[in-house]
């Protein structure tokens, strides 16, 4: 898994950043090489370019060696940007966090209305909020934990599927499991439900 956030305004975000954290690791989640860690980010002040060009391998390798990304966004920077964009061509899960607090939370993405990229983002305001986020994107992405349907489809629903796997450049069961984790993220009844389960 690779976890990124910014350095900006660094002081008001490292206790969400510390958690999202844990709880990646909590979640029995390996952490690549180039990803924001407490022992990186708690030694840096502010944003440093510096470090980021010395990181800038690491950071690439790292979103390209992950099964899944998280993101937190709550400041936004060139480097949160083309990290988002390399997640984006790479075709990882990518899960976006951004702090309620935010003066970005009700923003939406450069991609955001892109019919092309699925993504889950949630907005938070609390730690459970983003346990609860974390754990369900982890499960929902876990190849161990998968279960397999037959599915049966009309012939217009297989033709689009055809039609966008090939334009995607994505394989039909990552486009599957994409439309749902849309649908899952915009259906509130559902992460009610979510919510008590968890609790």
């Given at each position: 898994?690779?976890?990124?956030?910014?350095?900006?305004?660094?002081?008001?975000?490292?206790?969400?950043?510390?958690?999202i954290?844990?709880c990646?690791?909590?979640?029995?989640?390996?952490?690549?090489?180039g990803?924001?860690?407490?022992?990186?980010?708690?030694?840096?002040?502010?944003?440093?370019?510096?470090i980021?060009?010395?990181?800038?391998?690491?950071?690439?390798?790292?979103?390209?060696?992950?099964?899944?990304?998280i993101?937190?966004?709550?400041?936004?920077?060139?480097?949160?940007g083309?990290?988002?964009?390399?997640?984006i061509?790479?075709?990882?899960?990518?899960?976006?966090?951004v702090n309620?607090?935010?003066?970005?939370?009700?923003?939406?993405?450069?991609?955001?209305?892109?019919?092309?990229?699925?993504?889950?983002?949630?907005?938070?305001?609390?730690?459970s909020?983003?346990?609860?986020?974390?754990?369900?994107?982890?499960?929902?992405?876990?190849?161990?934990?998968?279960?397999?349907?037959?599915?049966?489809?009309?012939?217009?629903?297989?033709?689009?599927?055809?039609?966008?796997?090939?334009?995607?450049?994505?394989?039909?069961?990552?486009?599957?499991?994409?439309?749902?984790d849309?649908?899952?993220e915009?259906?509130?009844?559902?992460q009610?439900?979510?919510?008590?389960?968890?609790?």
């Amino acid at each position: 898994m690779y976890f990124f956030c910014s350095f900006k305004n660094l002081k008001a975000h490292e206790k969400y950043y510390r958690y999202i954290y844990e709880c990646i690791v909590k979640n029995n989640s390996e952490i690549v090489k180039g990803s924001m860690t407490p022992a990186f980010y708690s030694n840096a002040k502010e944003f440093d370019y510096a470090i980021s060009q010395s990181l800038f391998d690491d950071i690439m390798l790292g979103i390209f060696s992950s099964d899944i990304v998280i993101a937190d966004v709550s400041e936004r920077s060139m480097s949160n940007g083309y990290q988002l964009s390399y997640a984006i061509e790479k075709k990882k899960p990518l899960l976006i966090l951004v702090n309620t607090r935010s003066k970005y939370a009700k923003n939406k993405l450069f991609f955001e209305d892109s019919k092309r990229i699925f993504f889950t983002k949630k907005v938070y305001d609390s730690q459970s909020t983003i346990r609860v986020a974390i754990e369900n994107f982890i499960k929902n992405n876990s190849d161990s934990k998968n279960e397999r349907f037959n599915l049966k489809l009309t012939k217009l629903q297989a033709t689009y599927l055809n039609w966008i796997s090939l334009n995607n450049e994505s394989t039909k069961t990552a486009i599957i499991h994409n439309a749902l984790d849309y649908l899952i993220e915009r259906d509130r009844d559902f992460q009610k439900y979510l919510l008590k389960s968890n609790t």
